[in-house]
């Protein structure tokens, strides 16, 4: 079993719909968990962190988190074309520093 | 703020040749991580640093790469020999203690 699992996807919705991400981890003491946008050939950038259960929002972003499940979300509202890209999920062991271990990514298209 | 900065951002060598990649962190941060992603997965941790000492190795295949941060800044990471199998790009990324990574524009390595 991988540590961080994702559905590699592509992920196709079409523009204006919501689009739900999901990872799931398999390390219980992890503490915190990032959502990280990659385009093709650029290097991944942060858009959500979420450290508590429950839901966190910024703008159109909203990352859940369930830790008796294990389990970690990421929607999109009202989503673009400008969104295509691959969405990385990592977790923080919370046990060895700052490490992240990342899932294989997901990959979305958001179609006009 | 400058971002993390690497260079080169691309490589095309020889296999049994050597290598090497140079990464400067956002000044400020102490601790420097660098990170192997293959083609359609997520990043991996070879090495990370707090300040000028490797804390976590045990990813790094020791054989034939090295890393080393003089000083507690820049940092370079070292393939000798380079095999083919290590066609990737080479990810750094930086934070303040185990607070949130950001990501170079990484180096693509071509090993022919």
């Known amino acids: 079993q991988k540590e961080v699992e994702q559905n590699s996807g592509p992920l196709s919705v079409p523009e204006g719909a919501i689009a739900s991400l999901n990872c799931t981890y398999s390390?219980?003491?992890?503490?915190?968990f990032f959502w990280y946008r990659q385009y093709s050939g650029k290097s991944p950038e942060l858009i959500m962190s979420?450290?508590?259960?429950g839901d966190k929002e910024d703008g159109r972003f909203t990352a859940q988190l369930n830790k008796a499940s294990q389990y970690v979300s990421l929607l999109i509202r009202d989503s673009q074309p400008s969104d295509s890209a691959t969405y990385l999920c990592?977790?923080?062991?919370?046990?060895?520093?700052?490490?992240?271990?990342f899932g294989q990514g997901t990959e979305l298209s958001v179609k006009p | 703020e400058a971002g993390v900065v690497q260079s080169p951002r691309y490589k095309i060598i020889e296999k049994k040749q050597p290598v090497a990649f140079w990464c400067n962190p956002i000044?400020?941060?102490?601790?420097l991580y660098w990170y192997l992603q293959n083609l359609g997965q997520g990043p991996e941790l070879l090495i990370r640093?707090?300040?000028?000492?490797?804390?976590?190795d045990s990813q790094l295949p020791k054989d034939r790469f090295s890393a080393e941060r003089l000083k507690g800044v820049d940092s370079t990471l070292k393939i000798q020999p380079a095999e083919l199998g290590d066609s990737a790009v080479y990810l750094c990324?930086?934070?303040?203690?185990?607070?949130?990574?950001?990501f170079g524009p990484g180096t693509r390595l071509t090993v022919l």
């Open positions: 990324a930086s934070s303040w203690g185990t607070d949130t990574q950001y």
């Open positions: 390390d219980r003491g992890s503490q915190s």
């Open positions: 979420i450290y508590s259960n």
């Open positions: 990592a977790v923080n062991p919370g046990n060895q520093g700052g490490k992240l271990i």
């Open positions: 000044s400020g941060h102490n601790t």
């Open positions: 640093y707090e300040n000028e000492e490797a804390v976590d």
